[in-house]
């Protein structure tokens, strides 16, 4: 079956600097999308970015990942944080199988922003 | 558009007893998946139903946990006999599509405490 792998599990960077989030995966399914959620505290998980083409940059709320086929990787990066970007960060993927489109979510990166 | 509704938000029950979950997705969508949220395991798919139908319930405990989509617009999660472990934030999403790139959209969630 499908799997996510987010390495990090706690994350902490200063404000104002840059910060990756590492996602590798594996999946036999050709046709496929790759998301990342954010969860901030006592609330849902809603949609960060999403991609399903290779190789192409996607940017939102001033973060940005790229998916690379070659590598299996969806890294999340923001060149600057905010003390507001203290969150839990979920890497996702989603496949056409036989079943439909569920999510199949990495263990998740807790962001946390120093002033 | 008030999004995915859960209820209750907490629930406690004693070990043994029964816990219906209930969830109202967006006006609309076709799609309801169920996913558990803890600590340890993350965020981990339980079932799908795509327009009332059930899909997929491979992530679904096979002895206790049940699932039913009566109408379009709730479906609910029924657990028989709880245990400790089945202390969780239980999330409830909704999709309008029926492709891998979709955004599934999160209820807050019901969290359950098995004492």
């Known amino acids: 079956g499908d799997s996510v792998t987010q390495t990090e599990g706690l994350v902490t960077v200063t404000e104002g600097l840059p910060v990756m989030l590492n996602c590798t995966y594996q999946?036999?399914?050709?046709?496929?999308?790759f998301f990342w959620y954010v969860q901030y505290l006592n609330e849902a998980p809603k949609l960060l970015l999403r991609?399903?083409?290779?190789?192409k940059r996607t940017e939102h709320q001033g973060f940005h990942a790229t998916l690379h086929k070659s590598s299996s990787s969806f890294h999340l990066q923001k060149s600057s944080v905010q003390l507001s970007d203290s969150a839990l960060y979920y890497c996702?993927?989603?496949?056409?199988?036989?079943?439909?489109?569920?999510?199949?979510f990495g263990t998740g990166t807790s962001l946390l922003v120093d002033p | 558009n008030a999004g995915v509704i859960q209820t209750p938000r907490h629930k406690v029950t004693g070990k043994g007893q029964e816990a219906t979950l209930w969830c109202e997705p967006i006006?609309?969508?076709?799609?309801v998946f169920w996913y558990r949220q803890t600590i340890v395991q993350g965020l981990e798919f339980l079932t799908y139903?795509?327009?009332?139908?059930?899909?997929?319930d491979s992530g679904m405990p096979k002895e206790r946990f049940s699932a039913q989509m009566p109408n379009q617009s709730h479906s609910t999660l029924k657990i028989q006999s709880t245990q400790p472990q089945d202390s969780a934030v239980y999330l409830c999403?909704?999709?309008?599509?029926?492709?891998?790139?979709?955004?599934?959209?999160f209820g807050p969630g019901t969290r359950l405490t098995v004492l």
């Open positions: 996702a993927l989603s496949d056409r199988g036989n079943m439909g489109y569920k999510l199949t």
């Open positions: 999403a909704s999709s309008s599509g029926q492709q891998a790139n979709y955004e599934q959209y």
């Open positions: 139903f795509r327009n009332q139908a059930p899909i997929d």
């Open positions: 991609s399903s083409t290779d190789n």
């Open positions: 006006s609309g969508h076709s799609a």
């Open positions: 999946t036999a399914y050709s046709d496929v999308a």
